[in-house]
C-alpha cells in the first residue's frame, strides 16, 4: 500500500498556483498546478494521475511533481 502525500499550501502558494492552473500561457505548467492543488486538497497520487488532468499520468510523475514544487517551486 502506499502512503499518501501530503501538500499544505499557504494561502498565498493556494492563489499562485490557481492562477497558474487557469491562466499559464503553457499546457504543462497548467496541468502540473491543477496535479499540485488536488494532492493539497486531498486526492491520492493514483486518483490524480488517473483522472482531471490533461491526459493519463503514472502516479510516480505526480509524486515527482509534488517533490519538484517542494523543493524549487513551480
Given at each position: ?33 491543477a ?12 486518483q490524480?494521475?488517473?483522472?482531471g ?22
Amino acid at each position: 500500500m502506499s502512503r499518501r502525500l501530503h501538500l499544505h499550501l499557504t494561502d498565498e502558494q493556494r492563489r499562485e498556483l490557481t492562477g497558474a492552473r487557469d491562466h499559464h500561457p503553457k499546457p504543462y505548467v497548467r496541468e502540473k498546478a491543477a496535479a499540485l492543488l488536488k494532492i493539497a486538497d486531498g486526492q491520492t497520487a493514483k486518483q490524480v494521475a488517473q483522472q482531471g488532468l490533461l491526459r493519463a499520468r503514472r502516479p510516480q510523475t505526480v509524486c515527482l511533481w509534488v517533490k519538484r514544487y517542494l523543493q524549487q517551486g513551480l
